[in-house]
């Protein structure tokens, strides 16, 4: 069983940054494909980034130029570096893995923008 853990979120103001964490459980090399998802309150849960062996990197177009994946394999980590950070960027943010059919969830970390 893979368990991801994510860390970073909090408050911040529009315009500002956040780096998400996320600790897996298992060696990051060994999935198809790795990234990050998010849910707003209201709102179904929508890809902001996935890193896929097979079609490379998918962004959603609302946060292209703004937020960049990135990865530690040495220590199994995950990061999603976010800027310019808009008061829609509000959600929950989940790492997501992916090996053949299946998806492994983290609990989510809450992220805030807001003055």
């Known amino acids: 069983q893979v368990q991801l853990v994510e860390s970073g979120g909090g408050l911040v103001q529009p315009g500002g940054s956040l780096r998400l964490s996320c600790a897996a459980s298992?060696?990051?090399?060994?999935?198809?494909?790795v990234g990050w998802y998010r849910q707003a309150p209201g709102k179904q849960r929508e890809l902001v980034i996935l890193?896929?062996?097979?079609?490379?990197?998918n962004y959603a177009d609302s946060v292209k130029g703004r937020f960049t994946i990135s990865r530690d394999d040495a220590n199994d980590t995950l990061y999603l570096q976010m800027n310019s950070l808009k008061p829609e960027d509000t959600a929950v943010y989940y790492c997501?893995?992916?090996?053949?059919?299946?998806?492994?969830w983290g609990k989510g970390t809450r992220v805030t923008v807001s003055s």
């Open positions: 997501n893995v992916k090996r053949g059919r299946l998806d492994y």
């Open positions: 298992g060696s990051i090399r060994s999935f198809d494909a």
């Open positions: 890193l896929s062996k097979f079609i490379g990197t």
